[in-house]
């Protein structure tokens, strides 16, 4: 993806005004016409959405009126919670799709086709996102698939803070730092702390203060992802936007710290702060990490998701890869960029890194 659009997705989680035209670059991006974002609380009431202006009405009438949560495609999308972004065709049958009132109201603006993903909030609520074909372009290919997968970090963080704030612009440092509802801290391009909130604060073993106003995270193997982080926007080339898992501890709790850009309208909001620092927790329930959960975090695309929870698994790269039906000089590919996107070197220390996730669970 380009900078261009990462920095597009990132603005509108601040500027909500922005999502139309974001999901018009994405949506323009993987051959889409139209394109949805939408938060529901944990009793799947509709917390808000935005359209794209094509789509806007129609989405209105369903996700206010009686259809949206209980239509048949939102049970079989929220069934489908790790799939990434999944053809909505896959998920029902036939008769079902024909019969859906969802897609009748496509049908008369001349769309066909919707791939759908929903992404679980760790505080409970469900960010469900959505593209649209006219039925000219015809069903989602595995290209077009590929390049929602690769919105989708990017839209499931922006999403995040999109739902905190109910989907409403930003107005203030300080006041949204608070009615975020988690801990966070604006930094400097320089690396140096510009405002907290008290959550933040109540956090001192995970945040420990650094050297000229600086930051760090009580935990070595995430404080290196975290400074390397700090390192590529300072260098302010290829920039990493990340999620790095930490670990818990006998005076902390696990959490996942999100790294996100503060771009265009969403700088001047925060007072010239260049980067948001968002600490979600999380709970142990599982012995190994999720897709969804590697792709939210490490920005790996699923093919990247598939050799790493191999990996994980035990397998050596060319068990991964006969099970993968890839070939080995794929697989090597695909795990030189899986150490890129983590920041680490050896396959030991990814996998070390990969079971430190497991507990990262969705709710």
Sequence with gaps: MNDHLIDTIYEAAFVPEQWAHALDEVAANSGCASGVIASWDRDRIPQGFRATGLIEATVEDHVRGAHGRDSSRFTALHNALEAGFISIESLLSREA????PI???????????QAATAIPMPSGELVCVSFERYASQGPFDTSAIAALNNARPHLARAGMIAAR????????TVSTLHKLGLPAAVMSISGRVLATNARFDAMPTTFLPSSHGG???GDVNANRLFQD???????AADAVVRSIPVAGGQDRSAVVVHVLPLRRTAHEIFSGGDFLV???????????PSPSILMGLFDLTPAEVKLAIALAGGRTLQQAAIEGSIQLTTARTYLDRIFRKTGTHQQSQLVALLKSAHG????
């Excluded at 704030?165 to 203030?172: V, W, Y």
């Design 97 to 100: 799709f024909d019969q859906d």
């Design 103 to 113: 897609q009748a109201g496509l049908r008369k603006l001349g769309l066909e086709s």
């Design 165 to 172: 704030l109910g989907l409403e612009r930003a107005q203030s």
């Design 215 to 217: 930051l760090a995270i």
């Design 229 to 235: 982080t700090l390192s590529s926007y300072k260098e």
């Design 278 to 288: 968002v600490a979600t927790s999380v709970r142990a329930n599982a012995s190994m």
């Design 360 to 363: 990262f669970a969705s709710s």
